[in-house]
Structures are given as C-alpha cells and as structure tokens.
C-alpha cells in the first residue's frame, strides 16, 4: 500500500518550499568526488528522483549528514539487511543503492536530526577505505537501461498510476492527503515509477530487488505485478469488514430473540441448564473411578461454558452423551457351568473337537481364577465351517453378550480408533461402538475376516488392531474420540480367518491360533440331518412332513453335487430342492415329500463324478494332494514326451518353487537313470513337457515334487500310475522326501475324492496321529523316507 511520509514542506521548511523545489532541480552529481560517505538507513529503500526524508539519531549518522550537508558532498544511501542492528558493517548492508543530495538539514528537539536528501542515481559499493568517524568507500555508478519498447513501458506505468490511486482511495485511513497530488501531476512515468517504488508497503527485501532492476521495463513490470496483488488485498479487506458489519447487525438481532427464546425454554422447563441436569443426573447411576468421574466433571464444566447457540456446543454435548451411554465397569455375570457350556457347543456344532475342547479349556481357567480377563483366539479354516456361527455359541456357552464386527475390506485405521471429536461427523471407532451397543464391558466380540483388512491414505487398521488384541496393552485402549483410556482386557475377542498368509506377523503373535478343517463325509451328513435341513424347511415356509431326506439323500448331495470343506454349498442345494417342493405346494401338484436321489439329480442338475481310473488310464498322469485357502483339494499332473533334446516345458500356471520341483525330478532322473531303468538316448533325445490343468488357477509350493516326480518315471518308463492312489511332499536332490503342511486338509480332500491309498514323507506321520481314526478308516496311508519308496507304491507293475 502507499506509504506517503506526511512531510509539510511549507512548515518544514520555513515556507520556502518553491526555492528548495528550484534548488532541487538544479542539483547534479559531484563526478570529482573519489570517497563517498555510506549513511545506513532502516525500513527504508531510497529511489532516484526522489525527495525522501531521513531521521538520524546515531551519531555517526549524525555526523555523517552534517558534514555532507556543510561540504556539499553526495552521499550513499543503502539500507541495511537486519533492521536491529545499531552498528551496521560493510557486512551487513546491501551492495547496491542511490546517491542523494542534502537538500537541507533540520535539528529536532530531542537532539536527532531530519534531513531532505535528493536521489540522484544508482550506485554499487565496490570498497570500504574508512570506517571512522563513518563509513567512506569507493563506489560505481549504475545507469538505468531505458526502455526500448516506450509504448508499453508507457502502458504499464499509466496502469500503475491508476493502481496506486485506486489504493489510496481504499486506504483513505493510511495514506496522506497529499499522496493523491502527487501521482496526478507526475508527467515524468520513470520518475513516477520510482516515486510509487518507494513509497509502497512493500517488504524491505522485495523494495531492494526493485532497486537492483537494471532494466525500467523489468523494474515497472515488477512494480506493477506487486501492486496489484496489493489492491487485490485490500479490496477484499473492504468488502469482508464490509460483510462484518452487517453480519453484527445481524447477530445483536439473533442475540435478543435467542435471549427470548432461552426465557421461553426456561418457562417450560427446558433449555441449555436442563441438558447439564441431565447429564449430571445419568452420571450419578454410573459406577466408574476417580479419574474418570474428574474427567467427565471437567468436560461438564466445559459444555457450561459453551453457548448453546455455537456449533462447539452440539459437539461437546454429544461427546457427553456418548461418555455416559458406555458401560464403565459394568459387566456381564459369566456362567462358568462346563457341563452347560458343553452341551450348548454340542447343539450349536457337530464335530470341530479341538475346538471344543480347547474353549471348555479356557472356561475352565477362568473359573479357576476367577478373573474375566480372556485370550485372543484366531479360528483359521476354510469357507463354510462354522468359524462366525462359532462365536455366538461360545457367547452363549459363557453367558455373555456377543458382537460380531466384520472387517472385510477396512481401510480405515479410524474406523478402530474413532475420529477427533473436533472432526465434523466424528464418532467413536466400531470396538467402542459396539460396547456402548450391548451395554456391558465383557461381552464377546467376533473379528470377522481379520484377513481381509487392507492399506489405504487412511492408514493402516492392523496395526490399530494391535493395540486392541494385545491382552497386556488393551487394559487402557485409547480411542481417539473418546480422548482416554478404557478397559477392553475382560473382553473376549475372537477373530476369524481363511488364511494366515495376509495377517501381520505381529497381530498374528498376539492371538493363539485354533485351526478348523474341512469336515468329513459322515460330519457333513449329521450336519445336515441336524440343522440345515431344519433351517431350510423353516425359511422355505415348508413344514417337516411336506420333504423329507434321508441319509442316503444327503450324502449323495455331498458326492455328487459339492466338493467343498465347508457346508455352505450343501446348504444352498438343500435350499434349493426346500424351492422346488414350495413350488409344487403351491401349484397344487403331486409329489412325493420324500425325495429320491433320481428327483435330486433332476432338481439339482448334473452330478459331479470323475472316474478316476479312465484319467488315470494313461503313463504320466498322477494324482496330488494340495492345500488351498478354501481347503484341500486333489490336483492332476500330466507330463508327456515328444522328440527333442531332453528339454524340460511347465505350462498350468506354475510358482517358481514349484517349477524349482519338476527341475529337481529331471535332475535326479538324469543322475540316477540306470537305477530307474531308463535308457540314457531316451533322456537325451525327447523333450518332456509337465502340466498341471486348471491352468488358470495360480499354484506353487513344494508339496508336489513326488507328484512330479512320479509322473516323469512314468512318462519315461512308459508304466501307468495305479488309479486311487494320491501322494504329496516335497523333494531333495539327494532324493529324500520332506514333510509338507496342511496334512489333515489334504487327507479329508482325499477322502472326498474317493481315494484309497495316500503316500506321505515319514515325518508327516505325527500329522496324521492327530486326525481321528473314523475320519480316515477308509483309506490306507504308506509312509516313506526316499523318492525310490514312491515307485513301486506309485507306478503299476515296477518291479516287472
């Protein structure tokens, strides 16, 4: 903004401002003069062709103005770099500034002095010679450049003079009466220019680079880009305090109707104190500590201090009631009957043995103790086995209220932790919303698909969640709505997972994993005698006499119509045939409530039957077991021979460390051929191909090298693999076999595939000890400890 220094020449100076205007027209440049005296100013950037006023009251400067006033010499003005330093240096000053003439000197009363320098023209101090009494130094003079283009300079000086008089027109408050004048009757535009430079708001350091402009054009370009961002402000300034004014009218007005309506609320027995009453009054039926009764009293006396008309207001009561709604310290009595929590896992759940026990385990250590501080179980298994309806059952079995969160796709750590109550919308994280729902501080809270969180800008809810899971620490979880701690270590957490791949090592520490297989045939059938039939006939509006499926029914559902770990995909088929018999119910047809398995073909399509023989019914082709997130399954390994150079191909989607196995089972080959009865020319002469179908599933892991294994003996010697029979585990060039996980998943794939024999490295064997003998009583299982042992289980008349 314009800084016209109010200088009344007419007082100033005795009234004779028109002599010192003709004087000042004459001044020139001294071109004799060798040393310079350097006067140092302050919040000021002198100009040429200006008149400027300085007020000295160092002694130095002083001196310095006097005797160059008495000598007639011009001085160098420049302006110093920091503004508190009272003993500036060559150091401290800028390097470039103008000369002035002394116009006249004026003695103040409190002993400092004003003088009226003329700037005369730019200058560059090239070296200090003296310091005492008062800077004296070499300089050189600096030209302006002129403009080559004139017509635009013109332009842009005449768009600066009518910035600079809109400026004083919105500033009237800050700008002298006689700053209006001066820009008028300005005809010269570089001295304009100039006189606009200096007597602008502008900061000390963007004044001195306008100084440093060589160039006029560049200098009135600068000089104007600045300014207008200048006017552009203080219009804006305007129009706001403008606004303001109106918007204070408006508010005394809404100030007395709400003091009316606050007399109203008050008649009526409502209103602001009403809602502290409230609050005080649900606090009083709260159990809760010390601390937290001092803090709740002190956000209490916060919400007091609140208009009840400001929006901070809502906020503060709002976060009141939400701190009252939680359950501090109120818990559920737990009922630690074991034979009543047995029976209730039993009605809910057929099979799942582990399970069971170890959640009677832990009921029974809490009645032991008497403490209702609980683990973190983790239930792993594939879709379908009950792991979520697991939960309730043990809700139920431990007399607590149960929370079932599901975490499918959180990305948002917010959504643990809760938001700032300061956020528009805030609100608590889900764990604490959930509590406040059940209204008790044990309840049991189900963690559905902790697997499936993901990473956003959000942040990162695992690592939220450790906090939470972590029995040492979630005695004090701090919610970032909530501002404090609470006690989340009597609740009984519970999370549920398809895989522990996706699960950070460090949640994964926290938690004690309890795996769920597959079921087998004979649980899938009680399973379904047992509940979902029941369920199905209830949703489907049918009645138990209108269908009826026996256990011949029911497995035949199994076998022919799903392959699957879990039970959902049972239960939809069930579902489906429920469909089929409300449609002949209501269209009034004959049928027979009894189903057969001919109408359930019918109803349900197509069986699903592999015979194994006829894919078996060729040399390379063996059966393997695999382990997937959805659980076990068999898959199929093809390998063939065609003329080449012994080059090996994998196609179906294979893993690198699966491909690391077919490269070990060529190798050992080649090495031991004459052990395996394979003619050296065949190896060397014919490419084998290996492929594993459904190619476009992705596969990897160890676990099939005997598969592959087996397979190019096959394909080489020419021999079949015996049908029915399956194999798993991993290899080594010195030709031993190694365990490999998911045993028990492998084998009950197995089982529902119809298989009779299974081959097994040697160690896996504690594997199977922990399977229940019904479950496998089907099925033979040959234990090995070396790649030959495979052969002659594997492959069809070996020894011949």
């Known amino acids: 903004m314009i800084k016209i220094e109010d200088i009344n020449f007419d007082e100033l100076l005795d009234g004779d401002f028109g002599v010192i205007t003709e004087t000042v027209k004459d001044m020139e440049d001294n071109e004799n003069q060798k040393l310079f005296p350097i006067l140092p100013v302050r919040n000021m950037v002198m100009f040429p062709d200006i008149i400027t006023q300085i007020t000295a009251g160092r002694k130095k400067s002083i001196k310095l103005l006097k005797d160059a006033h008495q000598n007639g010499d011009v001085i160098g003005v420049l302006c110093q770099k920091e503004y508190r330093k009272q003993v500036p240096e060559e150091k401290d000053l800028y390097r470039i500034g103008v000369l002035g003439k002394i116009v006249k000197i004026i003695n103040l009363p409190d002993g400092n002095i004003t003088a009226i320098v003329k700037g005369l023209t730019r200058f560059e101090l090239k070296e200090v010679k003296e310091k005492e009494p008062y800077l004296l130094a070499e300089i050189k003079r600096l030209q302006d450049s002129k403009p080559r283009d004139l017509k635009l300079f013109e332009a842009i000086v005449g768009n600066i003079k009518s910035l600079a008089l809109r400026m004083i027109e919105l500033d009237r408050q800050q700008v002298s009466g006689g700053a209006n004048f001066a820009i008028r009757n300005m005809d010269n535009d570089t001295e304009l220019l100039n006189f606009v430079c200096s007597n602008t708001f502008f900061p000390i350091p963007e004044k001195q680079k306008l100084l440093e402009i060589k160039s006029l054009l560049s200098r009135a370009k600068k000089c104007f880009e600045m300014l207008n961002i200048d006017v552009q402000k203080l219009e804006l300034r305007n129009k706001i305090h403008e606004k303001t004014g109106r918007e204070l009218d408006k508010n005394q007005k809404e100030y007395f109707l709400n003091q009316q309506i606050k007399a109203i609320q008050e008649e009526l027995g409502g209103g602001f104190e009403n809602d502290i009453e409230e609050l005080r009054k649900k606090a009083r039926n709260i159990k809760w500590s010390k601390e937290v009764e001092a803090y709740f009293e002190k956000e209490l006396r916060r919400l007091e201090r609140h208009n009840p008309n400001s929006p901070d207001y809502n906020v503060q009561r709002n976060y009141l009631d939400f701190f009252t709604d939680l359950p501090w310290e109120l818990y559920s009595v737990g009922s630690f009957n074991l034979l009543k929590a047995e029976k209730v896992l039993n009605r809910d759940h057929f099979g799942l043995k582990d399970v069971k026990e170890r959640i009677l385990e832990h009921i029974a250590v809490l009645k032991l103790k008497n403490n209702m501080k609980s683990p973190i179980l983790c239930l792993v298994g594939p879709p379908g086995v009950g792991k979520t309806s697991l939960g309730k059952s043990i809700a139920d079995a431990l007399g607590r209220k149960y929370v079932r969160l599901s975490l499918g796709g959180l990305h948002d750590e917010s959504e643990i932790r809760g938001h700032r109550k300061t956020y528009i919308g805030a609100m608590a994280g889900r764990i604490l919303q959930s509590i406040k729902k059940v209204g008790t501080s044990n309840p049991v809270i189900v963690l559905d698909e902790i697997d499936k969180i993901s990473q956003s800008m959000h942040g990162d809810p695992s690592s939220a969640l450790l906090e939470v899971l972590d029995p040492e620490q979630n005695s004090a979880f701090y919610d970032n709505f909530l501002e404090m701690g609470y006690d989340l270590s009597k609740v009984m957490f519970i999370a549920t997972a398809n895989t522990l791949n996706t699960i950070q090592t460090p949640l994964l520490d926290r938690m004690e994993v309890v795996r ?285």
């Not at 026996?550 to 039970?567: L, P, Q, W, Y």
């Not at 349900?604 to 023989?613: D, E, Q, R, S, T």
């Not at 003329?643 to 196609?651: D, P, R, V």
């Not at 077919?662 to 080649?670: D, T």
């Open 516 to 800: 769920l297989s597959g079921y087998t045939l004979e649980e899938k059938v009680e399973i379904a005698k047992r509940h979902l039939l029941k369920k199905q006939i209830a949703e489907n509006g049918l009645e138990p006499s209108q269908l009826k499926m026996g256990a011949k029914e029911i497995k035949h559902i199994i076998e022919a119509h799903t392959r699957e770990s879990g039970v959902r995909n049972l239960e939809k088929n069930i579902a489906k045939i429920c469909r089929w018999a409300a449609l002949q119910i209501t269209m009034n047809k004959e049928y027979s409530p009894s189903v057969s398995i001919s109408k359930i073909d019918e109803i349900l399509g197509v069986p699903i039957k592999k015979n194994f023989a006829e894919l078996m019914d060729v040399p390379g082709v063996v059966t393997g077991l695999a382990w997937t997130s959805v659980g076990g399954d068999i898959l199929f390994i093809e390998s063939i021979l065609s003329f080449g150079k012994g080059n090996l191909s994998l196609t179906g989607n294979l893993g690198n460390i699966m491909k690391e196995s077919a490269r070990i089972s060529l190798e050992y080959i080649k090495a031991k051929h004459e052990d395996l009865g394979i003619d050296k020319d065949l190896l060397e002469k014919n490419n084998i191909h290996i492929h594993v179908p459904e190619g476009a599933t992705p596969k990897d892991g160890p676990s099939a090298g005997i598969t592959m294994f087996t397979s190019m003996v096959s394909s080489y010697t020419n021999k079949k693999v015996k049908p029915y029979v399956a194999m798993t585990g991993e290899i080594t060039l010195r030709g031993k076999v190694l365990p490999v996980g998911g045993i028990k998943e492998k084998l009950l794939a197995a089982v529902r595939a119809d298989i009779k024999e299974v081959i097994l490295c040697e160690d896996n064997r504690k594997d199977v000890m922990d399977i229940e003998g019904e479950y496998l009583k089907n099925l033979k299982i040959h234990y090995i400890k070396s790649m030959k042992e495979v052969l002659p289980l594997a492959i069809e008349n070996w020894n011949s």
